[in-house]
Nanobody
Framework: QVKPVESGGGLVQAGGSLRLSCAAS????????MAWFRQGQGNEREFIAG????????VYADSVKGRFTISRDNSKDTVDLQMSSLKPEDTAIYYC??????????????????WGQGTQVTVSP
């Protein structure tokens, strides 16, 4: 089991940037694919970006492709999400999640066993 803990959320103006970080503790985080999801008010939780256990495979939702970058540092057991050109519609609670797989990260939240508590990102117009 992996315990993800998110940090780095906050308030930013549209067009600005923000970097989220996820620290994964517990049993062998490097064996897990990691992903970021988000849930806006009244919306379902949606996949944003995922990265394989080695960092060699990354996948993105179309809504953030070209604006967000996911990366991981397995020496520190951290996964970051660099967000640029932020829009008000990016406002949501952002969650870090872990999937025990040697393959590419899944886009489905049902495949992820462990979740963080979330961090709020608010983008003002």
């Amino acid at each position: 089991q992996v315990k993800p803990v998110e940090s780095g959320g906050g308030l930013v103006q549209a067009g600005g940037s923000l970097r989220l970080s996820c620290a994964a503790s517990g049993r062998s985080p490097r064996q897990y694919a990691m992903a970021w999801f988000r849930q806006g008010q009244g919306n379902e939780r949606e996949f944003i970006a995922g990265i394989s256990h080695s960092g060699g495979i990354t996948v993105y939702a179309d809504s953030v492709k070209g604006r967000f970058t996911i990366s991981r540092d397995n020496s520190k057991d951290t996964v970051d999400l660099q967000m640029s050109s932020l829009k008000p519609e990016d406002t949501a609670i952002y969650y870090c999640a872990a999937e025990h797989t040697w393959g590419p990260p899944s886009r489905s939240s049902r495949e992820y066993e462990d979740w963080g508590q979330g961090t709020q990102v608010t983008v003002s117009p």
